[in-house]
């Protein structure tokens, strides 16, 4: 396909139906930051009342940084993935002392952050400083593979690329991406997902019963119900001890989960 049309047919849906987020309203560094750590591998549906409650209780990275882990894991609870909200406070730390408050305008100071990869760099330089980044998300991915590589398996992301650089609209990177992925996120819905496509396509693995949902119970109850022994916690949430201590043992690495005098927080 032509890129010019194919600019044309994604920005036309785009004005007839493109998506509305409380984050992208108002866009600034820190609401957008704060939505693509919670966008992680999550419903935008799911997102929407956090990132509200969020940004009414830290509307400024000091505020997240002064807040105790525990009262930032207890706001964080049932979206998953827990480690991101600590990331996300590490982040806030670091744009506090050493940003003047402010979120980094470039991929390349973004990536410094904690827990930004090229991605999430890309992505709150577009949608807060309308920066021409140029990264790939699956939606993003979607899209590309349905117009430019229809019948191709195994595309690797390399060769996604340079169709997105040669696509970008530099003039407006914002609204260009968020037209890209209301576009993808559309195309999933009316027909088979493109991204299986791709090279870098995985199945997400089962959460009722995995290694990571006995995580999430553990962080869950520490978070609410306060320092506990290995008996207290597998008491509370029900998992076999000898599991539990492997669980512990993984967010104690993590440093999600730390023992002090005999009990288990979260530091």
Known sequence: MDIKEFRKVIYSYYEESGRHFPWREKPSGWGVLVSEFMLQQTQTDRVIPYWLRWMKLWPKPSLLAASPMETVQREWSGLGYNRRSRFLRQCAKFITEDHQGKVPETPEILKTLPGI?????????????????????????????????????????KEIFPVLEEALDRDNARKWYYALMDYGAALKKVTANPGRRSAAYARQSR???SFRQLRGRVVKCLAFKGPATGEEIARRTGIDEEELYKVIDSLEKEMMVAEKEGRYCIP
């Open 117 to 157: 990869g090229n991605y999430t760099a890309g992505a709150v330089a577009a949608f807060a400083y309308n920066y021409p980044s140029v990264f790939i998300e699956t939606n993003i991915r979607s899209v590309v593979l349905h117009f430019f590589f229809p019948d191709k398996e195994g595309v690797e992301d």
């Open 207 to 209: 959460f009722e019963g």
